[in-house]
């Protein structure tokens, strides 16, 4: 049995406790056992308040709001109690499940942690109800609640036999501080030592997501020798700090046996920040029954019948007709058009090639790329063919820097209204992603490398038949073949402080000499790019094979 830890889960739509790609690549990673019949458990917070609304006013200023939502309406709440000790205090915790069935009937639980019980104090009741919301210590608090609270609500359930804990990045890593008391107290000895840090290893894997080395988790000592009550950390430094601060990374990275990246290019680039450790790559993938629009999925079904249960099949897209593609392509482009222009008013129009953008809005994705020189792109739109621009994606409430890139994009849109629609959606979760990567014609990434870990927003596109146009970053460097899956921007570099200026050129090259071309004058090589895009990268880039692989070098090796 495998116990995979996240402080996110993206289950569906309405059950808000994601707030981007690390919750859903979760979320897919947990379809996919239970479609490939992988015993799997998953733990995670209950997240009561969400992530967060996003509002936006007509300047693109953007506000958040709590997320109000239900969980009786989608969780089954169990009778059992389990407690850890936060500031001295007894805090008591509940558990919820979900159940996720595969394709082929298989379940794998995940478990939601909960702490709002009349039993804590006002303080604690709140723990779990915001996710990335609060301080450090709120955010420490959390992770008790996940990493030793987790562990010991799997023992309550009766799970004995866990061969592997998965931590999907370090925000559960206390999960190994149980784990070693748990060796301590069975061998019968008051702490832990260095024969028990090697069992917990063997059972322990890490995926990490960030390609920085300044990650969120990191405390100072003082924090957690008050938060956590355990004075033998301090004797432990070794295992919990880099440079004398709490590093839950490192303890992460300490405590596992196997550790990956999540694409090629960033396992080598963990590699170099975390050189003592050894780092493979496993790739990302997406979930396909979850991120194929109903348009394709009932394609699928009809020319690929089982691809449900077997992603690989798809490569056999190759051999549906054009024309299906097309139609398919059509009415999701269709249904998506009509939502922009009810939400956005922005008098989109259905024959016109539709470039869309959406991710988590932070400085180094650099949404605002292709406004770099609007001149440039007023030109291309009126000599090589009409463009149209769909952005969707929520800036975290305490950067700054990601809120004022969405008020820019407003400013852009407003200059460009006249020649080039562009709207902004509100509220970006995975109903509009769904919808955004099968309705556009191409999925637009233009992250600073190496600084996208992976991005999986183009591999929901490639399942679509959407071909991508990208920095050669993340999963892209694996998944771009030129002209035949989609489109690069710029070179392959292998210096992180290469100059990116040309970037927008490059961009525009592509778009103008290229893509608007092939799009208007060629239509039938355009869409055997669209058929490539689910051939070559859907039957790969998904969780399926990405499951299998966390099976033979992480779980079962
Ligand atoms: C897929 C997805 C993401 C992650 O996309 P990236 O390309 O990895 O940035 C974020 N949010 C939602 C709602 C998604 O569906």
Redesign the pocket.
Known sequence: MIAYFSMEV?VEARVPT????LG?LAGDTIRAAADMKVPMVAVTLLHRKGYFYQRLDPQGWQTEEPVAWVPDDFLMELPGRVTVQIEGRPVQIRAWVYEVTGAGGFLVLVYFLDTDLPENSEQDRRLTDYLYGGDARYRLCQEIVLGIGGVRMLRALGYRNIGRYHMNEGHASLLTLELLDEAAHNAGREGFNREDIEAVKRVCVFTTHTPVPAGHDQFPLELLDRVLGRHEVREMQDIFCADGIVNFTYLALNLSHYVNGVAKKHGEVAQEMYAHYVIDAITNG?HGATWASDKFAALFDRYIPGWRQDNFSLRSALSIPKDQIWRAHSAAKRDLINYVNREANAGMDCDVLTLGF???VTAY?RPDLIFSDLERLREIDAIAGPMQIIFA?KAHPRDQDGKNLIHRIFEFAQNLRSEIPVAFLEH???D???SMVAGVDVWL?TPQPPMEA?????M?AALNGVPSLSVLDGWWIEGCIEGVTGWGIGELVRDRNAPRENDATLLYDQLERTILPLYYQDRERYIEIMRHCIALNGSFFNTHRMIQQYVLKAYFE
């Open positions: 993206g994601y707030s981007g790609g859903i997406v959406a991710r988590r994705k994606g970006y979760d995975m509009i992603a769904r990434n992976s991005g999986t927003s183009g929901k």
